[in-house]
């Protein structure tokens, strides 16, 4: 943990990091809130995870707990790597370790970065319904991973998880819940239209905005006026 940190901090970049501060919403009241950078890219922060992917799951935990993004960001890659490497019990072993320590990727490139390929993966077999559990968390980050991990199933041309949790959030309240969620079906869209379009006409009235914008942004321009108009 401390030579991760130490390996981290070789490279901060002050003037980066006040600007990721401020694109990350750390301010009071917002949802990043307390968040403190280091401003380090990721491409950056991901190589010196590389160097450290053999730390024990001990090591990775007090790094998620720290208040440094970069370091709770190079823990939760370390897990991927352990998934990507593992055997099927390391493997369960992570997808366990990263669903308890959920609200410890409490950004939302940590969920992104991470949800798809630890839980998606993990999940593509398996039974589904701790995504479900996670749509009605009162957590967002563990919202956002219920609504990402849906990725890797869309990756695979199978997309009734994503719908079904897509339309249990459509009231959710928050703003990067609304842009999870159209992200997610704009990618269905891109692999059958159709379905996309289905899901949109039952609920597009009713949608966030935010949520219908992102869906749609890839759609041609009369056909996205015309949901945006209400007359789709």
Same mark, same amino acid.
């Given at each position: 943990m401390e030579g991760l940190r130490k390996e981290l901090e070789k490279l901060a970049d002050p003037k980066q990091a006040k600007l990721l501060q401020g694109y990350f919403k750390t301010g009071k009241g917002q949802y990043g809130e307390g968040d403190v950078f280091l401003g380090l890219r990721v491409g950056k922060t991901r190589k010196i995870a590389k160097k450290f992917?053999?730390? @024990?799951?001990?090591?990775? #935990?007090?790094?998620?707990?720290?208040?440094?993004? &970069? &370091? $709770?960001?190079? /823990?939760?890659? =370390?897990?991927?790597?352990?998934? &990507?490497k593992g055997d099927e019990a390391a493997k369960k072993k992570v997808?366990?370790?990263? %669903?308890?320590?959920? #609200? $410890? @990727?409490?950004?939302?490139? %940590?969920?992104?970065?991470? /949800?798809?390929? =630890?839980?998606? #993966?993990?999940?593509? &077999? $398996?039974?589904?319904? =701790?995504?479900? $559990? %996670?749509?009605?968390?009162d957590n967002l980050w563990e919202r956002r991973i219920a609504v990402l991990s849906t990725s890797a199933f869309i990756n695979r041309g199978e997309f009734e998880d994503c719908l079904k949790i897509s339309e249990k959030l459509l009231h959710d309240e928050h703003d990067l819940i609304h842009k999870a969620v159209g992200w997610m079906l704009r990618e269905i869209g891109k692999k059958d239209l159709a379905v996309e379009e289905s899901f949109l006409k039952k609920h597009y009235n009713v949608m966030p905005r935010t949520m219908l914008r992102y869906a749609i942004e890839k759609f041609p321009e009369p056909r996205r006026k015309a949901y945006l108009l209400g007359k789709a």
């Open positions: 992917s053999a730390m @024990a799951l001990g090591g990775v #935990k007090k790094s998620l707990y720290s208040k440094l993004h &970069e &370091e $709770r960001l190079a /823990a939760l890659l =370390i897990l991927v790597q352990k998934f &990507e997808f366990d370790f990263y %669903l308890a320590n959920a #609200k $410890r @990727a409490n950004n939302w490139d %940590l969920v992104d970065l991470t /949800a798809p390929k =630890i839980a998606g #993966k993990w999940l593509l &077999e $398996r039974d589904k319904g =701790i995504l479900y $559990r %996670l749509a009605g968390s």
